[in-house]
């Protein structure tokens, strides 16, 4: 299937330190794009991928699973360490959970995370029902485009395809486990008003991984997907002086390339 205009991956090569960068459930690249042209516009080298089954249809994310996914962001990891003297990942909602894993995994190959509105718990379907009811019914409403501003509108699923969610919901349950493995410098921004993860799930993450290097930063006025929101500009500024502070040369990069 063809991708969805807007929703391809996005690749930039730029200088020594690189950025990861992983998107939602049932979204696309498109909700972190103008994040990742911000970081590319100051020097860094960024990969943005599409995971698997999402940007075309949700059918097409019906047969594709947690594993799915995290493969396409490690192997991406992995390249970009191959290329780059410090790594850094960003995530969005479930790209939280996935850049989670990637922290828990690979340790200090990863010089520090940066999360938006991190997902830990899956919320409004029954954990309990889920297993059965997703051979039964194939899709339940869809949760992309929660965002406050105008105009604004996220490219993703308006179906949620039920074996995906299960599939999500395992994942959520294997990455809460690991999360004291998780010890990089931390940057959390979340939104009060997020209508798709509840503060619980930040505040779950906050209390069980092993980060002593720990900042949260409440975006007052955004929803859910606040790559794309009110509050973006500060989550752009924010996370690249988080690089700046932990990869020196960065700052170097950004008076070097008129950043």
């Known amino acids: 299937m063809p991708v969805l205009p807007g929703a391809e991956p996005y690749r930039h090569e730029g200088g020594e330190v690189g950025v990861l960068l992983c998107h939602g459930f049932t979204g696309s690249p498109q909700s972190l794009r103008p994040w990742a042209e911000y970081l590319a516009g100051r020097g860094l080298t960024v990969s943005l991928p599409l995971l698997p089954g999402h940007g075309t249809r949700w059918e097409d994310m019906q047969v594709t699973g947690w594993q799915d996914w995290y493969a396409e962001v490690d192997r991406e990891l992995r390249g970009l360490l191959e290329r780059c003297a410090q790594v850094f990942v960003f995530g969005l909602s479930m790209g939280g959970t996935?850049?989670?894993?990637?922290?828990?995994?690979?340790?200090?190959?990863?010089?520090?995370?940066?999360?938006?509105?991190?997902?830990?718990?899956?919320?409004?379907?029954?954990p309990y029902a889920l297993p059965v009811a997703r051979h039964f019914v194939r899709t339940t409403k869809g949760i992309a485009?929660?965002?406050?501003?105008?105009?604004?509108?996220?490219?993703?699923?308006?179906?949620?395809?039920?074996?995906a969610a299960h599939s999500m919901r395992r994942f959520f349950r294997l990455v809460d486990a690991e999360l004291p493995q998780v010890t990089q410098p931390l940057l959390l921004l979340r939104s009060p008003r997020d209508h798709v993860v509840p503060p619980a799930d930040s505040a779950r993450v906050l209390s069980r991984v092993s980060s002593r290097d720990v900042t949260e930063i409440l975006l007052e006025q955004s929803y859910h997907v606040a790559t794309l929101d009110h509050d973006a500009d500060r989550i752009f500024e924010e996370s690249h002086a988080f690089i700046?502070?932990?990869?020196?040369?960065?700052?170097?990069?950004?008076t070097a390339t008129g950043g």
């Open 145 to 163: 485009s929660d965002i406050a501003k105008d105009g604004s509108v996220e490219i993703g699923y308006d179906r949620v395809p039920l074996h």
């Open 98 to 126: 996935l850049t989670l894993r990637l922290a828990a995994k690979h340790g200090d190959a990863i010089s520090g995370i940066v999360l938006v509105n991190p997902a830990n718990k899956l919320h409004g379907l029954s």
């Open 244 to 254: 700046g502070r932990l990869a020196p040369s960065v700052g170097k990069e950004g």
